[in-house]
T-cell receptor, first 109, second 112 residues
């Protein structure tokens, strides 16, 4: 099993651009999550999904969108990128414990 | 929603000493408390967890204690080694929801 795979690992965006962070898991987990990690702030939940076709907002959803068309994939869309979205983004899936991807470091300039 | 507070934010110990990291939570419905270790530039990984029907759990040099009445739980690392240097996160998960709420992290440095 590859576990949770995120792409890209690094990306630089200009203010106002849009992009999608990809997340795929091969463990057949129903629960998937997107977190952002800022220095000294821990992990904040952006969106989560309890199964294909079902998504819900977390603590900090503004400026983001998600979809869950399959069990495996849970992409995170950033619309009109802002400098405040500069962060490290982690996708995770759950079967009891959380399994994290390697993270995507995004810089908005 | 749940609020998890974690202390201290940084901790330095001499190799061989013990390290203790403490977390408090606010939602009495929380019943699952994992601890994650994140090495520099890496993903968080589960090191130990505890459920609300247990007061203490040990795994070699690592232990977690839970006080449900006071709503706090702690991570204890004994005989620390340089490879224990990392950021540690506590989390709480209520049984009424699907979310994990994380503390702000503790940066542990073990000095050889």
């Amino acid at each position: 099993n590859a576990g949770v795979t995120q792409t890209p690992k690094f990306h630089i965006l200009k203010i106002g651009q849009s992009m999608t962070l990809q997340c795929t898991q091969d463990m057949n987990h129903n629960y998937m999550y997107w977190y952002r990690q800022d220095p000294g702030m821990g992990l904040k939940l952006i969106y989560y999904s309890v199964g294909a076709g079902i998504t819900d907002k977390g603590e900090v959803p503004n400026g983001y969108n998600v979809s869950r068309s399959t069990t495996e994939d849970f992409p995170l869309r950033l619309e009109l990128a802002a400098p405040s979205q500069t962060s490290v983004y982690f996708c995770a899936s759950r079967a009891g414990e959380l399994f994290f991807g390697e993270g995507s470091r995004l810089t908005v300039l | 929603g749940e609020n998890v507070e974690q202390h201290p934010s940084t901790l330095s110990v001499q190799e061989g000493d013990s390290a203790v990291i403490k977390c408090t939570y606010s939602d009495s419905a929380s019943n699952y408390f994992p601890w994650y270790k994140q090495e520099l530039g890496k993903r968080p990984q589960l090191i130990i967890d505890i459920r609300s029907n247990v007061g203490e759990k040990k795994d070699q040099r690592i232990a977690v204690t839970l006080n449900k009445t006071a709503k706090h739980f702690s991570l204890h690392i004994t005989e620390t080694q340089p490879e224990d240097s990392a950021v540690y996160f506590c989390a709480a998960s209520p049984n009424t929801g699907n979310q994990f709420y994380f503390g702000t992290g503790t940066s542990l440095t073990v000095i050889p």
